[in-house]
């Protein structure tokens, strides 16, 4: 079936404007998470669902960074006010059911994010 | 917290020589243990995974051991291609937890 896909795979947006990335993640997978890879900082967490549980935000660098998602399926990532130090590139990956660590998990292919 | 501490970068080795990329991790528990790589261009893959101590994971003639005593899971492979230039992450996953990753290696093979 089909992997983990990710829109769009680049967004440039002006500093202060607001932005979604979606995630699309692998059919049954009940866990979903994003990361953000940038320079000097690799790979972060940035957010957790796993089923109907609430999130584990964690990761989250500011109040202007928040997820959803939808179904347990579909997830958004809202950036307000974007700032420079957002450009990053944001990976989602999800797994089976994180109980298990051994489970791998899936990544897309990532939403290239350029602040300017 | 946890944390992984991986072989700064970059590496350059000739086609045909041995890899060892060192990874080391401070975790609780026993987490789950993930190199994963990602090619020019392309997403995040798992390349070879251990769940438990003395595990050795390998794939595509890569391998890694995870040693427990050392809190380990170095990566080596006997004969490097130039299609193996690439980044690679070391990786541990807690139970029921997110992935933390390492800096990223990136592997350069000449022919």
């Known amino acids: 079936g089909a992997g983990v896909s990710q829109s769009p795979s680049n967004k440039v947006t002006e500093k202060g404007k607001d932005v979604e990335l979606r995630c699309d993640p692998i059919s049954g997978h009940t866990a979903l998470y994003w990361y953000r890879q940038s320079l000097g900082q690799g790979l972060e967490f940035l957010i957790y669902?796993?089923?109907?549980?609430?999130?584990?935000k964690s990761g989250l660098p500011s109040d202007r960074f928040s997820a959803e998602r939808t179904g347990g399926s579909v997830s958004t990532l809202t950036i307000q006010r974007t700032q420079q130090e957002d450009s990053a590139v944001y990976l989602c990956?999800?797994?089976?059911?994180?109980?298990?660590?051994?489970?791998?998990?899936?990544f897309g292919p990532g939403t290239r994010l350029t602040v300017t | 917290g946890d944390s992984v501490t991986q072989m700064e970068g970059p590496v350059t080795l000739s086609e045909e020589a041995f890899l060892t990329i060192n990874c080391t991790y401070t975790a609780t528990g026993y987490p789950s243990l993930f190199w994963y790589v990602q090619y020019p261009g392309e997403g995040l893959q798992l390349l070879l995974k251990a769940t438990k101590a003395d595990d050795k994971g390998s794939n595509k003639g890569f391998e890694a051991t995870y040693r427990k005593e050392t809190t380990s899971f170095h990566l080596e492979k006997g004969s490097v291609q130039v299609s193996d230039s690439a980044v690679y992450f070391c990786?541990?996953?807690?139970?029921?937890?997110?992935?933390?990753f390492g800096s990223g290696t990136q592997l350069t093979v000449l022919p």
């Open positions: 669902f796993q089923g109907n549980s609430a999130p584990d």
């Open positions: 990956a999800s797994s089976l059911a994180p109980e298990r660590s051994s489970y791998e998990q899936y």
């Open positions: 990786a541990l996953h807690p139970f029921g937890r997110q992935l933390t």
